[in-house]
């Protein structure tokens, strides 16, 4: 959920949000590069000011409407008896308007492209895909995901504000899923270059309803630059996505058969949201960490994943399963002087599961 993270501006806090702002550049590790060199000419084009303008044209108001009310008839087909069609309609107007925003942003002119040559940004792109495979949203003259963020947050916030004021919190915990549903279907409107070059917004879009990554970076304000909690975090935050994708191998191995009402573990809609909802607990343990106690994830987490998992049909021995295995692959990570920082946090997390296991065991 997102909460105003009231951000003070320390080299610690700032160490940490460039590692939020890099999360979101730019892949040219895309196999788009190495098939076709003729793409990077494409790209240049689409990320011009002319380019971003005639995407934007592409993805109309009445055309983002529609299909973020088909992936809210998709997110109902298969959370029958879960959520109401009021409550869809909800999800999908909300999600109108943060497309909606979003591409008002991603058209805006930034003069920092037309001082370049095409020739320029064309080999820069070719040395970025050999060399580096990271380029930054700003290079490009496109808009950072900080200028996105201050947009989203009012509509963002309202939609929080009316579902604490409900108590609603399927709403909450579904909102990701039609955020999935109307990323796929958006970005099938567009051309590959159109693609490469919005899919870090609709990534940052996903996960800013899901994951507390700026609240990471404002707890980093309890902690100075070089502390030991803040290398560890930091060190463990630049390697989520490897810690995800190793628990998801070993639960796709453990679980052959598992099958939720979205599918099995191999279906790639499953794949992502599992890889998603792994980096997600990760940044939520490291909120732990920073802000020196366990309620972020005793009073937001677990209650908003039972509701989700219990909603999808998800087994608790996977769950269970599932947070063992990450736990042990970021502690294998650690060095035995720094695992004594983390421990505790394990420890409760843990108990925690258990203990809410046991409620529902004993309820049903």
Known sequence: MLIPAGIVKTPSVGHLFKLWIERYSLDFSSPLFIQDSSVFRELVEASSPKGRSLTATHLSDDLIQSLCDLAGIETYSYLPRIMTLEE??????????????????????????????TAQLISRASAVALGSKRSSLSWWGLP?????????????????????????????GFLTTQLNFSNKLLLKQLSSPEQ??????????????????????????KHQIGSPVLVLAEKMLLACEEIAATVYHHLTQLFPEHRSRRGGLSHSDVAHSVLRDLVMFQVYIWLCVLEERLVPIEQELLSLYVMVMTG????????????????????SHL??????????YISGIQQAFFNMRSRLGATS
Request: with cysteine; hydrophobic share 45%; charged share 20%.
């Open 144 to 172: 950072t995901v900080v200028q996105l963020y201050s947009a989203l947050e009012p509509i963002l916030m309202e939609f929080q504000e009316q579902q604490l004021a409900s108590r609603d919190w399927r709403t909450v």
């Open 312 to 331: 999808l049909e998800v087994k608790w021995e996977l769950t269970q399963q599932g947070i063992q295995l990450l736990t042990d692959e970021i502690l």
């Open 196 to 221: 490469f070059l919005l899919s870090p917004y609709f990534k940052f879009i996903e996960e800013q309803v899901a994951i507390p990554w700026l609240r990471v970076c404002a707890a980093a304000a």
């Open 335 to 344: 060095e035995s002087s720094q695992q004594h920082l983390l421990l505790p």
């Open 88 to 117: 869809i309609g909800r999800l999908a107007q909300n999600s109108f308007r943060i497309y909606q925003k979003l591409v008002k942003i991603y058209a805006q002119h930034s003069p920092t492209t037309t001082s370049r040559t």
